[in-house]
RNA sequence: GGUGGGAUAGUCAAGUGGCCAACGACGGCAGACUGUAAAUCUGCUCCCUAUGGGUUCAGAGGUUCGACUCCUCUUCCCACCA
């Protein structure tokens, strides 16, 4: 018992610091039926999560499988604030109504993978704010400069003289805080997160909570590229809230090698299941395809429905494998006649006319499945399907 | 506070009086090839019913027949010194 679940913990784990306190929290759980808490920081300046916050979602998920309340916890304080990190553009100080919305918007998504009776939902705001200028001074003591200076990005951005702002200091602190008033047994983060999750363990010791918190670090999710992380901003990633067909497709366009990392992940599989597939797949008797489908499938099913997955996959096989129209295509419709250039930027499908001149010169343009050459060509009365290139459609009812 | 350097298309980055709608790289889009991909090869990548016209090189003025390039001021960045 207490292997099969502390596999499944280990389970595409970056690192794991404290194993023992696991595998003790473990046994209570199994013996005595004691349960323990496990923590994650969320950040509520992005509403919209993706599937690189899931893979942190489903370990939790893990965890409550096998006897934890998850202390999710919501950094509203710092939020309010805004973190004047350097290195990502400066974050936006919210609004408390934003932040609301945004955490509203967060947990119904959480939901999706997490159980939510064994989920305590937290926000740092409570207690940070009470913490005050003297408690403030207090926990600032604890740390050297130096201590801090080992952290690698500080560390990196001092030598090569890039500023730090000195509440940048201050954050690990607050978040590593968090974990003493909470009492964490456990905290979970990404790789990025080393140093503050650290810091609640120090912190724990430092203000005599009985045991230090157990630290397991997950890597972060390569986006659809499959080289930088994902995220919103480099419009790499897949979103829980994507419609069915998109999820779908997205899964699909990813390459292979990047396929084995979204299984070990994101799947539900077991290792060995993920194993025979990946060992099918390079002796050839099994075509990466089908088994990036299955994963494909598996992804939008846990967000959407069943039946959704497998609509969005016949979708998909209609438009792609037998470049078919798909079956929802925005309608448009003009008056008189109109010049095709035209026509495709009024369909949206296209950005300007001199955009759309180059792809009918370049034959991307088809109309009822036609390629085009003709850049004077004019619609008269009739309805059309227009087509750039394999994805964007439109059809166009002219009167 | 002082002294220098810089700001060019989605990003990085050439261009130092006309040959500039602006080299190149990345990204993006499209075509071929495929498995939908990846890799590869090719083309395109400011706007406009276009063998032409318009608007661009931080902003505002100026010099000049002509300015991304020279001058002045403004804004913002960076480096060195305090």
């Known amino acids: ?42 950040d509520p300046t992005a509403p919209d999560l993706h599937l690189g916050h899931t893979v942190l979602l489903q370990k939790l998920a893990t965890f409550q499988k096998y006897g934890a309340t998850v202390q999710f916890l919501i950094g509203d304080f710092t939020a309010a604030i805004g973190d004047p990190t350097g290195k990502s553009a400066t974050r936006k100080v919210l609004s408390n109504e934003d932040i609301a919305k945004n955490i509203s918007s967060y947990t119904t998504q959480a939901f999706k993978i997490l159980d939510e009776s064994k989920t305590e939902i937290v926000y740092n705001k409570e207690w940070l704010e009470a913490l005050g200028a003297l408690g403030m001074l207090q926990l600032t003591s604890n740390l050297t400069v130096a201590r801090m200076l080992e952290r690698d990005d500080f560390s990196k951005r001092y030598a090569s003289q890039t500023p730090i ?26 790789t990025d997160q080393k140093f503050n999750l ?24 390569e986006g659809l590229d499959g080289v930088q992380k994902m995220s919103k901003s480099l419009a790499n990633y897949i979103g829980v809230t994507d419609e069915p067909n998109d999820m779908f497709g997205k899964v699909l366009s990813i390459s292979d090698d990047l396929m ?13 299941d993920i194993a025979s597939l990946k060992a099918g797949v390079e002796d050839g008797s099994l075509h990466p395809k089908k088994v990036k489908e299955d994963l494909a499938l598996e992804i939008t099913a846990r967000f959407h429905s069943q039946e959704d997955a497998s609509s969005a996959k016949a979708e998909f096989e209609k438009i792609h494998s037998k470049s078919q129209i798909p079956t929802d295509i ?61 994805r964007k459609f439109a059809k166009l009812k002219v009167n």
């Open 330 to 390: 925005q309608e448009f419709s003009c008056e008189g006649e109109i010049w095709i250039a035209k026509a495709l930027v009024d369909c949206n499908i296209e950005p300007s006319t001199s955009q759309a001149r180059r792809d009918i010169k370049q034959g991307a343009v088809k109309i009822n499945q036609e390629k085009i050459s003709d850049i004077q060509l004019q619609l008269t009365g009739g309805e059309y399907i227009l087509q750039v290139g394999k």
């Open 165 to 190: 702002a000195v509440s940048e200091f201050i954050y690990p602190l607050l978040q590593g805080y968090d974990s003493v008033h909470l009492k964490s047994d456990i905290e979970i983060g990404g």
């Open 198 to 221: 650290l810091m609640g363990r120090q912190l724990q010791k430092v203000y005599e909570v009985k045991k230090q918190q157990a630290v397991l670090m997950m890597p972060i999710l």
């Open 260 to 272: 084995w990392r979204y299984f070990e992940l994101l799947s539900t599989r077991t290792l060995e």
């Open 1 to 42: 018992m207490l292997e099969i679940a502390l596999n499944e913990i280990r389970r595409g784990c970056a690192e794991i610091i404290d194993e023992e306190r696991i595998i003790k929290l473990l046994k209570a759980y199994y013996d005595e039926a004691k349960t323990y808490t496990v923590k994650a920081g969320f």
